[in-house]
């Protein structure tokens, strides 16, 4: 929910703010909080996924049946992992760059800026979204 909510919270208001230069400049403020608790969402995320996959072996359930959706959804962590990274390393930094400016929107480089912001938060949105499925596919013992 922290991790899910806030990428779609942060979609949100990035897409609404690439239009607004005030609640743009509000936004590159409040952003790392979200981070924070994208960050904390994947953890447990991670955590809960190992716990489960544990736990259900230990119970002796047969994960054959589903063992290409567990798989499937590690890798999509692993991507939201890197994307997370990128654009905490790279996007993050040049929001709260252009948002010290008097208009970012009229600043080299916005443009292409803003382009790849769009679809990093179309990235987010696909990423969170198919783990999210496949989680609940995967625990109530469907497969892809």
């Not at 995320?45 to 230990?58: D, H, P, R, S, Y």
């Not at 709260?96 to 600043?107: H, R």
Request: charged share 15%.
């Amino acid at each position: 929910v922290l991790g899910y909510g806030g990428v779609i919270f942060t979609a949100l208001l990035s897409a609404k703010s690439i239009r607004d230069i005030n609640l743009f400049k509000a936004t590159a403020k409040i952003i790392p909080i979200f981070s924070f608790l994208i960050w904390m969402g994947l953890a447990l995320l991670f955590i809960t996924g190992v716990f489960l996959e544990n736990f259900w072996k230990t119970k002796g359930m047969n994960l054959d049946s589903i063992s290409i959706g567990l798989e499937v959804k590690k890798i999509l962590v692993i991507f939201i992992v890197f994307h997370g990274i990128y654009v905490n390393l790279y996007l993050a930094k040049k929001m709260k760059k252009f948002a010290e400016l008097d208009n970012p929107f009229e600043a080299q480089g916005f443009k292409k800026f803003k382009i790849l912001g769009i679809i990093s938060a179309s990235t987010s949105l696909i990423l969170w979204s198919s783990a999210v499925i496949l989680g609940i596919l995967v625990s109530y013992g469907l497969t892809i």
